[in-house]
């Protein structure tokens, strides 16, 4: 299979589970999740006329219906390579998740949208979008590039300029770092100088940790956003960056209903914001494209605040909703995809400890 | 062998991480709804209003029968106006469905606030909270909720606990009903075809319940359920009238869906009319 095919399809699966994603935003920001009261069908026709809530609900379905089919596809298509077992594995969860999903989607419609249900069909809808990234990284010029290498017999076999005891002890899976500069393969080789880490290395150790720690306060404070939107305490504290007119609310205000779960998403904000800095500045000592992704990663982190906010200010416009949840999307699956690269790099640890 | 564990390793856990992340996402939440009256999410709200008090000894006695209750001929009346500036009616446009668009053109007002020349209130319900004692079987006749020009008529209404609801749909466009109960089972309902009905009913009082249509995002109407047939909702001129109440002393409160509750206490003797005027001012 062309590898261009491969890596132009698996993003483009990416691109369409992003797109999913904001769709279901609509319908949540626009009220019209019950639009359509029945599952699977849509006033018991696959078609019913596009008006009103019905455009954001049913053509939410209509979108998933179709990202599904491209998941699906994407699974195929992966499964007639040879080897590549993790994207294969990956993919098929992604898969199996997105049916999930669409099943969560029906049960959330037919029990009337239960901030359960609907929470987790919004978390899960972020967990599809970040398997579907890392398939797409796997993908990637530079991860076929080491894949080649992976099962060629030339990389595989001990190096000759390295001592014969730890060219003996490598494995036949080089790294990042460890690509040769020539030899074997013809394609460019860009990781020479911008992704080139080792496990020796404190810092790198020290990156992957916070990345990691990071990306999962993003993806916990994702589900306390969406249980916060799904139980309609998007605006229990109306003001912004005060809570009331105060810093924190009174006794009073805190016990009214939705208070809490909102101030918790701010709390996990600013948990966010502080946990992303700290894996960006140990991102800024490692190689260029680390560094830059980090640097990214913060300009996300802070436009997602922004949007927060503008979203109170804006009495929840639907276009800054949307827009607060999508970037909330990116902020995670930037974190995701760091995660992997930095975890793949460190693969070298085994040929050079 | 390192690529080998990394694809071995990585994968499932982190999809397994992922999953379960997902799983636990679901554990959130309560069942809080914004688009609920403030008076019906209100926690620790008391006992529904006129609910027929538990005879002394009833939890022991689960087979004792609750008494009927009485009927008489006093009267309760009033009018229910608005107290400084008129705020503008907040308008919009139905362009979203052809059929809505061309059924009224233009801007149209929103219901949720109508103020008459002479102040009157539209729309408010009034209904005896506390006071009314023994049980009150549901009308036969049914109460009806119209969606016609892609409006519900009427807005605001009030129903006996138990009595039917038929839901009619006269517009040749689909709508959905949803209504938003706490204490009552919800529903939301198709109704894609013109001259459809549905009857469905609230069997525990509750005020107010919200219904709505998806489809139609302006389309809002409050139901309020009582247990007892005293209640009225006012006229587009404010006024309102609660007859065929027995002698007693009542609480009666007045609920707008924008301006809140208010309540009163009143004593009618076996055949009085009494006065119960009410004033509603902008956030209070």
């Known amino acids: 299979m062309p590898e261009a095919f491969l890596r132009i399809g698996t993003r483009t699966v990416a691109v369409c589970v992003f797109l999913l994603l904001i769709a279901g935003a609509l319908v949540t920001s626009t009220r019209s999740g019950l639009a359509v009261p029945d599952w699977p069908l849509s006033y018991g026709k696959v078609m019913p006329p596009m008006v009103g809530g019905i455009l954001f609900e049913h053509g939410h379905r209509l979108i998933a219906a179709a990202v599904s089919t491209l998941v699906g596809l994407e699974l195929g298509a992966l499964l007639l390579l040879k080897g590549r077992k993790t994207v294969k594995v990956l993919a098929t969860a992604a898969f199996a998740a997105i049916l999930l999903q669409a099943l969560l989607g029906g049960l959330t419609v037919l029990f009337l949208l239960p901030p359960a249900i609907s929470s987790a069909h919004a978390a899960l809808a972020e967990i599809v979008f970040a398997l579907t990234a890392v398939v797409a990284l796997m993908c990637s010029k530079t991860w076929m590039e080491i894949s080649k290498r992976e099962i060629s017999p030339k990389v595989g076999a001990p190096r000759a300029d390295l001592p014969r005891t730890e060219a003996a002890a490598r494995p036949n899976s080089p790294s990042f770092s460890e690509l040769p500069s020539s030899s074997s393969s013809s394609l460019p080789l860009p990781l020479e100088e911008d992704l080139r880490i080792s496990s020796k290395d404190d810092g790198a150790r020290r990156a992957l940790r916070w990345t990691v720690v990071a990306t999962a306060a993003v993806f916990l404070q994702i589900v306390v956003g969406a249980v916060m939107r799904h139980t309609g305490a998007g605006l229990a504290i109306p003001d912004f960056p005060t809570s009331f007119g105060r810093l924190f609310p009174s006794l009073e205000e805190f016990s009214r209903p939705g208070v809490f779960i909102h101030l918790a998403h701010r709390i996990g904000a600013v948990v966010v914001v502080v946990l992303v800095l700290r894996a960006a500045k140990s991102l800024s000592a490692l190689p260029a494209r680390f560094a830059t992704a980090g640097a990214a990663w913060v300009g996300l982190v802070c436009l997602q605040v922004f949007l927060g906010a503008a979203s109170i200010w804006s009495g929840k416009a639907v276009p800054l909703t949307v827009a607060h949840l999508a970037a909330g999307a990116l902020c995670w699956v930037t974190g995701v995809l760091i995660s992997v690269a930095l975890a793949a790099g460190f693969s070298d640890k085994l040929g050079r400890d | ?284």
Request: with cysteine; hydrophobic share 40%; proline share 8%.
């Open chain 2, 1 to 284: 062998m390192t690529g080998s564990i990394l694809r071995y390793r990585l994968a499932p856990l982190c999809a397994a991480v992922l999953l379960g992340a997902a799983a636990l996402a679901g554990c959130g939440g309560g069942d809080e709804d914004e688009d609920r009256p403030k008076s019906a999410r209100a926690k620790g709200a008391a006992p529904e209003a006129g609910a027929p008090a538990a005879p002394a000894g009833a939890a022991a006695s689960s087979a004792a029968a609750p008494a009927a209750g009485a009927t008489g001929n006093a009267t309760i009346t009033g009018k229910i106006v608005f107290d400084g500036p008129i705020p503008k009616p907040e308008k919009f446009k139905m362009t979203a469905d052809a059929f809505c668009a061309k059924a009224n053109p233009g801007e149209v007002a929103r219901q949720d606030i109508e103020i008459g020349p002479d102040r009157g209130l539209k729309d408010v319900f009034v209904y005896v909270k506390s006071g009314i004692t023994g049980t009150y079987p549901p009308p036969a006749t049914a109460a009806v909720i119209d969606q016609k020009g892609c409006m519900y008529h009427p807005h605001v209404f009030g129903v006996v606990a138990g009595q039917n609801i038929d839901i009619l749909n006269s517009d040749p466009t689909l709508h959905n009903i949803h209504s938003l109960p706490e204490k009552n089972e919800a529903f939301n309902l198709g109704m894609p075809v013109q001259g459809m009905k549905y009857t469905k009913k609230f069997d525990k009082p509750e005020v107010m319940i919200h219904i709505k249509c998806d489809v139609h995002g302006w389309m809002s109407a409050y139901c309020g359920v009582v247990a007892h047939p005293f209640f009225a909702v006012t006229a587009a001129d404010g006024t309102y009238t609660i007859k065929n109440l027995p002698a007693g002393t009542y609480t009666i409160e007045a609920w707008h869906e924008k301006f809140g509750t208010q309540t009163q206490q009143v004593t009618v003797g076996a055949t009085d009319t009494k006065t119960v005027p009410f004033t509603f001012k902008a956030g209070a």
